[in-house]
């Protein structure tokens, strides 16, 4: 009978240390989610710097284009309307 107490007692010792690293292992997985969740969240704001920048040099290039394309028009007006020789 004391044979099996101790075995008892010794699986409740190693019980205890199994719950005590499940509830471990679970509260850091949960940690490890909080954190890759605020990595994507940086990645996130990363990139939308990112679209906001490129959508104001777009903005810019198609300002360009249309400023070159007037210019051209009108060139192309002016070489018309001026009587070749």
């Keep these: 009978m004391d044979h ?16 005590y ?20 969240e940086t990645n996130l704001e990363s990139i939308q710097s990112d679209i906001k920048s ?5 903005k810019e290039i198609q300002q360009i284009f249309e400023t070159q394309t007037e210019e051209l028009i009108n060139s192309y007006r002016e070489m018309n309307l001026t009587p070749s020789l």
């Design 4 to 19: 099996f107490n101790r075995l008892v007692s010794e699986q409740m010792v190693t019980m205890e240390k199994l719950l």
């Design 54 to 58: 490129m959508k104001k040099e777009l």
């Design 21 to 40: 690293l499940q509830g471990e292992l679970e509260r850091c997985q949960l940690i490890e989610e909080e954190l890759q969740m605020l990595q994507n």
